[in-house]
Nanobody, 114 residues
Framework: VQLVESGGGLVQPGGSLRLSCKASGVISLVYVMGWYRQVPDNGGRELVATITTTDFIQYGDFVNDRFIISRDGAKNTVHLEMKNLGPGETQVYYC????????WGQGTQVNVSS
């Protein structure tokens, strides 16, 4: 499975940004797909949002109804609409895909700055 991310970039505080990730390759009928972001303190990654092929959605605790994840099943693509972004959310955001195996995208940089 290959993951191609798009949509990162620079946005002002309080602004919005849309991330997209397209999966290609051998795609199973059942999978989970979504986004994680780098945690600056320990180098790990934290959940931003994921969605399953049955449209079960999970968001990170910090999201507070600001983000919406959606998917286009026919295109194996997920979109993440992010609103009211704060400077502390300047991170690398990684697309994630999981079926029987786990795959990560290369990451896309999101910069929230005035």
């Amino acid at each position: 499975v290959q993951l191609v991310e798009s949509g990162g970039g620079l946005v002002q505080p309080g602004g919005s940004l849309r991330l997209s990730c397209k999966a290609s390759g051998v795609i199973s009928l059942v999978y989970v797909m979504g986004w994680y972001r780098q945690v600056p303190d320990n180098g790990g990654r934290e959940l931003v949002a994921t969605i399953t092929t049955t449209d079960f959605i999970q968001y990170g605790d910090f999201v507070n109804d600001r983000f919406i994840i959606s998917r286009d099943g026919a295109k194996n693509t997920v979109h993440l609409e992010m609103k009211n972004l704060g400077p502390g959310e300047t991170q690398v955001y990684y697309c994630h895909f999981r079926n029987r195996s786990e795959y990560w995208g290369q990451g896309t940089q999101v910069n929230v700055s005035s």
